[in-house]
C-alpha cells in the first residue's frame, strides 16, 4: 500500500469514527452542594449543622443520546444522590435513587421507562421562586404536590411543544419496586400540562397515589382513619417582567401527601376524608450577578374528615427571603431565612429555618 493509500485510509477512519461519536454521546455531571443551616423551634430549641443540598440536591449523573436516523434519538438517565457532608449515598442508599430511565424522542414527543420524577412535580419546580427547595421557603413546604416525587416502574409520556403547549403524563406500576400490578403493589400517577410564552407560563397538574394493602402507606393511611387514597391537583403561572418574575400557585390536597412519610413540620402525612388547600405568591428581582428572592405561602386545612376530627384545621403560613450571588456560571452563593407560623394542630406553633452557602455544577 502506498503512503497516499495508507493516508486516504486513515482519514476514511477517522471520519467514520467521526461521524460514530457525532452519532451518540454521553456526558458526566453533577451538583455540590454544602451550606450551615440551623433550626430555631418552640419545642427543640436551636441548633446548627453542616447540610447537603440546601439548593440544589447534590448529586453525580450520565446521560446518554444516540441518533437513530429519522428523527428519532434514544435517551437515558442515571442519577445518583448524594450526601456532600458526609459522603453517604441519599434516596435511602440507592445507587441511583434520583434517576434511572431509557426511553426514546423524536417529532412526536418522548417516551422514558424507569424510575423518574412524576410529571407533576417536575413542573411545578420552575413555578416557584424558590424552586421547590431551600429547606422550608421553597412551595413543596405548604404545597405538597412541589415535593420531588420520584417512582420507580415509571412509564411516562411527554408531547412536542407546539406553539408553547406541551403535556406529560406518566403511570407507575409499582412505587417502591415490590411486586407486578396487584392489589399489594403502590402506583403513582400524575399530569401536567404547560403553555409557555415569552412573558408568562400557565401549568395545571394532578398527582396522586393507591397505597397497596397491607404497605407501610397503606397501614399510616388506615391508622389516620381511614382508607381515602391522597391525591392532589395544582394550578399555578409565573410572569416575567424583567428583571423581576412574579410566581402563584394553588393546590387542593386530598387525604394525604402522595409522597410516602413526607411531612412538612406541623403538619400530617395523612388526613383521610379531610382537604387542605394552598397558596402560594412569590418573586425573584435580578439584580446583576444577585438575585433577591421572597415568598409567602400558606396551607389551609378545611373543617372535615381526620383533622377535623382532631381539631387540626388551624392555618399555617411560611414568610421567606433569600438571596444568591453568581460567582461563576458554574459556582454561587446563597443565604436564606424562612419563618413559619402555626401549625395544623396549634395556632400559636411556630419554627424558623436559616442557611447559608455554596453550591458548584459541573
Known sequence: MTV???????LAACVACTVHAQSSSVTLYGVVDLSVGGISSQNDG?????????QSGSRWGLRGSEDLGGGTRANFVLESGFLANEGRSAQGSRLFGRAAWLGLSGNWGEWRLGRQTSASSLTLA???????SYLITGAQTTLLPYNANRADNTVAYWTPTIGG???????????DGQGYRTPTSSKLMSGAVVYDRDAYALTATYEGAHWG?????????RAAGGDEQPYAATL?????????????????MRNGSTLPGVVSPGQRAYFPGSTVDGAMVGAAWRIG???MLASWQASMPRSSGALARDDATHRQQVY???YGYDLTKRTNLYAIYGYMKGAWHDANWHESQYAAGIRHRF
Open 320 to 322: 421567606s427571603i433569600g
Open 236 to 252: 399555578a403561572g409565573k410572569w416575567r417582567l424583567n428583571p423581576v418574575t412574579l410566581y402563584a400557585a394553588w393546590s387542593i
Open 165 to 175: 403547549l406541551r403535556a406529560g403524563v406518566d403511570y407507575s406500576f409499582s412505587y
Open 213 to 221: 394493602q397491607g404497605t407501610t402507606q397503606e397501614t399510616a393511611m
Open 4 to 10: 497516499l493509500s495508507r493516508m486516504a485510509a486513515g
Open 289 to 291: 450577578a444577585g438575585t
Open 46 to 54: 436551636t441548633s446548627l449543622k453542616m447540610l447537603s443540598g440546601v
Open 126 to 132: 420552575d413555578f416557584d421562586a424558590f424552586l421547590g
